[in-house]
Each structure stands twice: as structure tokens, then as C-alpha cells.
Nanobody, 121 residues
């Protein structure tokens, strides 16, 4: 079992950048994929990006390609989400998740509690 813990959320102005971190605990980390989702107020949770520990293979939802970058540091057991050119509509709670399932159809089996990102106009 993996327990993700997010950090790095906060208030940022439109056009700014923010990097979220997700620290993962668990003994068999290499068997999991890690990913980010977000849920804006009044909206459903949506997939952002996912990554493998081995090789750093990534998968992005089309709407985030080019602005958001997922990466990982295996030694620190941490996954990052670099968010650039932020817009007010990026305001959401961002969740980190772990899954043993498909990278291409990442759904998340274990979830963090989320970190709030607020983008002001």
C-alpha cells in the first residue's frame, strides 16, 4: 500500500507558477504509477498527468500538455507537478494518487488528502 501526501499548494497570481510535491510512502513503490488529479469548485475530479517510477514515462491529459509538467525523484520518493502560466480556472484542490493499474488509463487506487491551489486574477 502507498500513502501519498501532497504539499506546495497556495495562492498565486495569474500567469505565475507553482510546483506541487507528492511524497509517497510504502515498501513496493516501484510497482505503482503516480498521478495528479484536480477538482475545481462545483466540478468533477479530472485527471491531469501520471508517471512511472521506472523510466519516468508520462501521460498527460491533453488540456494540460505544455503548461504542466510531471516529474519524479526516485531517491526522495517524491513526484512533482510543475504548473506554469496559471489561470484563475486552474483554481482547484489538487490530489496525488497511486495506482498499480494502467498509466494510459490512470484512475488512482490510493489518494492523498489534496492541496489547494488558488489563482487570483
Amino acid at each position: 500500500q502507498v500513502q501519498p501526501v501532497e504539499s506546495g499548494g497556495g495562492l498565486v497570481q495569474a500567469g505565475g507558477s507553482l510546483r506541487l510535491s507528492c511524497a509517497a510512502s510504502g515498501r513496493t513503490l516501484s510497482t505503482y504509477r503516480m498521478g495528479w488529479f484536480r477538482q475545481a469548485p462545483g466540478k468533477e475530479r479530472e485527471f491531469v498527468a501520471a508517471i512511472t517510477w521506472a523510466g519516468g514515462i508520462t501521460n498527460y491529459a491533453d488540456s494540460f500538455k505544455g503548461r504542466f509538467t510531471i516529474s519524479r525523484d526516485n531517491a526522495k520518493r517524491t513526484v512533482y507537478l510543475q504548473m506554469n502560466s496559471l489561470k484563475p480556472e486552474d483554481t482547484a484542490v489538487y490530489y496525488c494518487a497511486a495506482s498499480t493499474g494502467s498509466l494510459r488509463d490512470f484512475r488512482g487506487d490510493y489518494w492523498g488528502k489534496g492541496t489547494l491551489v488558488t489563482v487570483s486574477s
